[in-house]
Antibody, heavy 115, light 107 residues
Framework: EVQVLESGGGLVQPGNSLKLSCATS????????MYWYRQFPEKRLEWVAR??????????DYTESVKGRFTISRDDSKSSIYLQMNNLKEEDTAIYYC??????WGQGVMVTVSS | DIQMTQSPPSLSASLGDKVTITCQAS??????IAWYQQKPGKAPRQLIR???TLVSGTPSRFSGSGSGRDYSFSISNVESEDIASYYC?????????FGAGTKLELK
């Protein structure tokens, strides 16, 4: 059974940092392209970042609004991905979801950016 | 960015009805569209990928069709467990983009 579990969310002040983690199991992680999505309080969904597999040189892509602030990474030995979020803004407040090929999603983790 | 115009925003149906949701892309997305169901407090669940391929576990009353810019998603014989919000996602080009969602309610 495929499992996806995010962690690391919380309340942070604007300008601060947070690192999300996503632990997975039940599939061949090393060849999978992994994603972060988010859902804003008004329910709008947004793709955040993608990291490809080792065979694709772990290439990464980001939505424009997080470029230069967020970094997606992976550790194939732990079947996990991460999202380092720096210089957080109030508009980053959302539920963050980790996904495998955009198909299997975790339960999500809440990130609230507020002073 | 590709814009996904999803309609209607909300839908009221009786049990056993057939309902249809549409998504129109701002450009050809080459059938790279997926449909998701989301229930309150839960993560989106992918039901259909590549326009019409049912994901494992998706009941056969769900279906998808379309090409080019225009796509549709249908539920035949609506059941109570189908009450949820539904979203389309284009994954032809980055940034992947979602429709605004359709909330399905019971009449």
């Amino acid at each position: 059974e495929v499992q996806v579990l995010e962690s690391g969310g919380g309340l942070v002040q604007p300008g601060n940092s947070l690192k999300l983690s996503c632990a997975t199991s039940g599939f061949t992680f090393s060849t999978a392209w992994m994603y972060w999505y988010r859902q804003f309080p008004e329910k709008r969904l947004e793709w955040v970042a993608r990291i490809k597999a080792k065979s694709n040189n772990y290439a990464t892509d980001y939505t424009e609004s997080v470029k230069g602030r967020f970094t997606i990474s992976r550790d194939d030995s732990k079947s996990s991905i991460y999202l380092q979020m720096n210089n957080l803004k109030e508009e980053d407040t959302a539920i963050y979801y980790c996904a495998i090929y955009s198909a299997h999603w975790g339960q999500g983790v809440m990130v609230t950016v507020s002073s | 960015d590709i814009q996904m115009t999803q309609s209607p925003p909300s839908l009221s149906a009786s049990l056993g009805d057939k309902v249809t949701i549409t998504c129109q892309a701002s450009q050809n997305i080459n059938k790279y569209i997926a449909w998701y169901q989301q229930k309150p407090g839960k993560a989106p669940r992918q039901l259909i990928r590549y326009t019409s391929t049912l994901v494992s576990g998706t009941p056969s009353r769900f279906s998808g069709s379309g090409s080019g810019r225009d796509y549709s998603f249908s539920i035949s014989n609506v059941e109570s467990e189908d009450i949820a919000s539904y979203y389309c996602l284009q994954y032809d080009n980055l940034p992947y983009t979602f429709g605004a969602g359709t909330k399905l309610e019971l009449k």
